[in-house]
């Protein structure tokens, strides 16, 4: 058994399902608890970044809560990343309000610098929302996008994503 990591204030552990990059949709399956192929985007867009999610924790959409994490080099399904959040990205589909943490790695000296929104370039900023915008259309599935929301709200994004999952493994009820 592999030892835990050691996490700072404010850090947490990503899991990657989908390395910067990709057209494959891989997902965590709980039931297998492991990473499955889920689906190909059907476009030709890529993902902007490597995408996954934050352990014990249980988004608005009824999912755990996703991360994307700005990354030098691509990583891999499952890989597990010591990360601190920048920023949350905010939109809507079919399964209600899906937030996004935007983070970067502790330990990429190309990343770690960076501590807020506003120091990721605004090219970068776009080309995310951009790709969540439209990597639904030839699905046919509606996407509408918030926008992109400060540290401070992906830091309170997180302990109520934490809360929720807390709550639901003591079977009581969603406190949004």
């Known amino acids: 058994m592999m030892p835990a990591m050691?996490?700072?204030e404010d850090a947490f552990v990503?899991?990657?399902?989908i390395p910067?990059?990709?057209r494959n949709k891989y997902e965590w399956d709980h039931?297998?608890?492991?990473?499955k192929l889920d689906r190909f985007l059907?476009?030709?867009?890529?993902y902007p970044t490597d995408y996954g999610f934050v352990p014990d924790t249980l988004g608005r959409d009824g999912d755990p809560l996703d991360v994307m994490v700005c990354v030098?080099?691509?990583?891999?399904?499952g890989c597990r990343i010591l990360v601190k959040p920048i920023a949350?990205?905010?939109m809507e589909d079919d399964q209600g309000i899906d937030d996004k943490v935007l983070a970067v790695p502790l330990e990429d000296p190309g990343w770690n610098s960076l501590e807020r929104l506003d120091d990721l370039s605004k090219q970068l900023q776009d080309e995310i929302a951009h790709f969540f915008s439209v990597y639904k259309d030839?699905?046919?599935?509606q996407v509408r996008v918030d926008g992109w929301y400060s540290r401070e709200e992906a830091l309170e994004e997180i302990q109520r994503s934490l809360e929720r999952e807390r709550r639901r493994k003591l079977g009581l009820s969603r406190a949004d």
């Open 72 to 77: 030098s080099e691509p990583t891999f399904p």
């Open 42 to 46: 059907f476009s030709s867009m890529v």
């Open 31 to 35: 039931e297998l608890n492991a990473i």
């Open 20 to 22: 910067k990059g990709s």
């Open 138 to 141: 030839l699905e046919q599935k």
């Open 14 to 17: 990503a899991v990657i399902e």
């Open 88 to 90: 949350l990205f905010r």
């Open 6 to 8: 050691q996490v700072p």
